[in-house]
């Protein structure tokens, strides 16, 4: 599976980017997508996730309300809009897909349940 993702950029406080993950590969055998972010000095944290068939999606309470994630099965591509951005969204955003080794209906938030990753994006907020 090979995850590519985009839209990172700079912009300030309060307003919106929208990155996309494209999956290409055995993306069929994927239970879900998660997006991550990672600060330097930081542990790479849960950010969002979706399952690629019924849509269920997660998210971590600090973006509930203002992060929407979303997938194209037709494109295999998924999708997160981010509004109302912070400075403290500020970080590189990854893309992953789910472990075919997870077998529980919820979304896992862990990375090591994640196989395989994206380059990154970076998204910075400025005050």
């Known amino acids: 599976v090979q995850l590519v993702e985009s839209g990172g950029g700079l912009v300030q406080a309060g307003g919106s980017l929208r990155l996309s993950c494209a999956a290409s590969g055995r993306t069929f055998s994927s239970y879900g997508m998660g997006w991550f972010r990672q600060t330097p000095g930081k542990e790479r944290e849960f950010v969002a996730g979706?399952?690629?068939?019924?849509?269920?999606?997660t998210y971590t309470d600090s973006v509930k309300g203002r992060f929407t994630i979303s997938r194209d099965n037709a494109k295999n591509t998924v999708y997160l809009q981010m509004n109302s951005l912070k400075p403290e969204d500020t970080a590189v955003y990854y893309c992953?897909?789910?472990?075919?080794?997870?077998?529980?209906?919820?979304?896992?938030?862990?990375?090591?349940?994640?196989?395989?990753w994206g380059q990154g994006t970076q998204v910075t907020v400025s005050s």
């Open positions: 992953a897909a789910v472990s075919s080794d997870w077998a529980l209906p919820s979304l896992p938030s862990q990375k090591v349940w994640y196989d395989y």
């Open positions: 979706i399952r690629w068939t019924g849509g269920s999606t």
